[in-house]
Every structure is written in C-alpha cells, then in structure tokens.
C-alpha cells in the first residue's frame, strides 16, 4: 500500500479503538499495543469494521495489518544476525534459540513471525551444511569401497 492507504488504514484502526473501546491514542504504536492486548473476544468482528472503515475487506485489512502495517513497530531482526548464528551453533533447539535471544535484549520488540523465519533459515542453513559433509564423507568412503570390489574382479 502507498502513503495514502497506510494513513486510511491507521485511521481506520484509530477509529475502531474509539467506537469499540471508547479510547484515544496520539501515537500510532499505543494503538498497535493496545490492539494486542486484546483478547479473542474483544478482538470478534475486528477485521470487518476496520475493514469498512478503510474501504477493504476483512481478510485484506488482517494480512495488512499483520504483514506490513504492525512491523514499522518492530526493531529489525536482520541487524542481529550474525548474533542470532552463534546462538544457533551453541543451542540444538530453535525454540530455545528464540528464547535465549529474546532474553538477551529484554528492551527490544521483535516480530515473532520474522524472528522465527530467521532462526529457522538459519537452522537450516547450518543443519544442511552438516548434511551435506556427511553426504560427501559417505560419497567417498562408498566410492573407496566401489573401487575395492572393482579390483578383486580384475
């Protein structure tokens, strides 16, 4: 979405808060907290009213706000990268990896849907490096045998 778009959606979500909520927020990351205090209660029907409100349909208005909307509020996982390896390398568990990191930076909002495709990639890339060197020390060692079998014949 453009400038224009993001500015009526955050309206549409301010809006929402005062006809459902009766409360005001100056700032738009009040507003983005106070939605996730919410529960699946008060959340019902959410996504409808923003959603005329903002001129979108429901499941439109929920993956915008999810996907793009609410990650202005995040600080950004790709800095903490090289951070986020050591970790992978030290802990076995993705889980604990998160954690672990979360805990290390008590005063920072990560997404949890970007932290966990980063730790998962990460993971990944680690566990199929591992992979591949035992593939290629398995390759060898059957190529050695391959070669012993061959010479008995000849």
């Excluded at 006809?19 to 990351?29: I, V």
């Excluded at 604990?96 to 990191?101: D, L, Q, T």
Aim: hydrophobic share 30%; charged share 25%.
């Amino acid at each position: 979405m453009n400038a224009a778009k993001d500015l009526q959606f955050s309206n549409a979500i301010q809006q929402y808060i005062w006809d459902e909520h009766q409360t005001r927020f100056q700032q738009l990351s009040h507003c983005y907290h106070f939605l996730c205090t919410l529960n699946s209660k008060q959340r019902y029907g959410m996504w409808k009213k923003v959603g005329a409100y903002s001129q979108m349909d429901s499941k439109s208005c929920r993956e915008y706000f999810h996907n793009t909307w609410s990650s202005k509020f995040y600080e950004p996982v790709s800095s903490y990268r090289d951070e986020i390896k050591r970790l992978a390398s030290q802990l076995q568990d993705q889980q604990e990896v998160i954690s672990e990191f979360t805990k290390r930076h008590p005063e920072k909002n990560f997404g949890k849907h970007e932290l966990r495709v980063v730790v998962n990639t990460i993971c990944k890339r680690a566990s199929n490096g591992s992979i591949s060197n035992q593939n290629n020390s398995s390759e060898e060692h059957n190529s050695v045998v391959v070669f012993d079998f061959v010479d008995i014949f000849q």
